[in-house]
Nanobody, 115 residues
Framework: QVQLVESGGGLVQAGGSLRLSCAVS????????MAWYRQAPGKQRELVAR???????EYGDSVKGRFTISRNNAKNTVDLQMNSLKPEDTAVYYC?????????WGQGTQVTVSS
């Protein structure tokens, strides 16, 4: 059973930083792409950042230069370092992976940025 468990969300003032972490229970974690998505109220879920199994990273346009995704294949974790946070970053953040054409999601962690 594949499980993804996020942690690290919370309330922060604009300009501040947060670090999210996702622990993944799966064999051969290094073989899979990992990603962070977010969903704000009334909006569609959007890609925030992705780290491929080859450690190639990509970012959504709105977070480039502010967020950094990193993975630790020895610990089966993927982190999202978020700097220079803005009120528009407020959303529920989800960890995601796809294994054999099945999409897996964490339960989500709330990030709230106050102005």
């Amino acid at each position: 059973q594949v499980q993804l468990v996020e942690s690290g969300g919370g309330l922060v003032q604009a300009g501040g930083s947060l670090r999210l972490s996702c622990a993944v229970s799966v064999n051969t974690f290094s073989a899979y792409d990992m990603a962070w998505y977010r969903q704000a109220p009334g909006k569609q879920r959007e890609l925030v950042a992705r780290s491929t199994r080859d450690r190639i990273t990509e970012y959504g346009d709105s977070v480039k230069g502010r967020f950094t995704i990193s993975r630790n294949n020895a610990k089966n974790t993927v982190d999202l370092q978020m700097n220079s946070l803005k009120p528009e970053d407020t959303a529920v953040y989800y960890c995601h992976t796809r294994i054999r054409d099945i999409a897996y999601w964490g339960q989500g962690t709330q990030v709230t940025v106050s102005s």
